[in-house]
């Protein structure tokens, strides 16, 4: 299976702050890769899909960046609502895996 | 809007069985691919499996742990996904989400999730 790391695995930011998350796969998925923001008690919410494509309604807040087995996740500029949990997760080969998560928490 | 609502969830004994379901609107639900993803407490969250839209034969793919175990089906008549689950265990314990993929992504749109908890 393809392993996912992300880092950090919690940082406490505050608003107005611009925030990198990085994904790391454990060998080559190409650009199938995707991230995923998720409240407690909340649907998770699709940010970006195919590494940097922004998915329909999301903030262009969000940004993704990368290809092959490094990957960031940016937001520019973090609102009270950005408060979440990260996750990546590449669809290159089964079975899809998903990265622990980054806890986004306020400073 | 694409809304997602799975039911089902509840508590099992080992060995038992379950059906979740996934009602979606907003969406041409037969042009979906239909996916389930589970957390469990405490954790990430884990692919499950999906099955294709009909056009595309309809396939299913599961992760190992719940390979033989769990059936996905879908009934395109009532924009409905199903999550059968036999010969469960106590690490099945998780929410279970379902997810939509409209062609973007298998995981477009995300359900809140159902509650499954396995425990004698």
């Known amino acids: 299976d393809i392993q996912m790391t992300q880092s950090p695995s919690s940082l406490s930011a505050s608003v107005g702050d611009k925030v990198t998350i990085t994904c790391r796969a454990s060998?080559?998925?190409?650009?199938?890769l995707a991230w995923f923001q998720h409240k407690p008690g909340k649907a998770p919410k699709s940010l970006i899909y195919?590494?940097?494509s922004l998915q329909s309604g999301v903030s262009s807040k969000f940004s993704g960046s990368g290809s092959g087995t490094d990957f960031t996740l940016t937001i520019s500029s973090l609102q009270a609502e950005d408060f979440a949990t990260y996750y990546c997760?590449?669809?290159?080969?089964?079975?899809?895996?998903f990265g622990p998560g980054t806890k986004v928490d306020i400073k | 809007e694409v809304q997602l609502v799975e039911s089902g969830g509840g508590l099992v004994k080992p060995g038992g069985s379950l059906r979740l379901s996934c009602a979606a609107s907003g969406f041409t639900f037969s042009n979906a691919w239909m996916t389930w993803v589970r957390q469990a407490p405490g954790r990430g969250l884990e692919w499950v499996g999906r099955i294709k839209r009909n056009a595309d034969g309809g396939t299913t793919d599961y992760a190992a742990p719940v390979k033989g175990r769990f059936t996905i089906s879908r009934d395109d008549s009532k924009a409905t996904a199903h999550l059968q689950m036999n010969s469960l265990k106590i690490e099945d314990t998780a929410v279970y989400f379902c997810?939509?993929?409209?062609?973007?992504?298998?995981?477009?749109?995300w359900g809140q999730g159902t509650l499954v908890t396995v425990s004698s």
């Open positions: 195919a590494a940097s």
């Open positions: 060998q080559d998925i190409s650009n199938h």
């Open positions: 997810c939509l993929g409209s062609g973007y992504s298998d995981f477009d749109y």
């Open positions: 997760q590449q669809n290159d080969a089964f079975p899809f895996t």
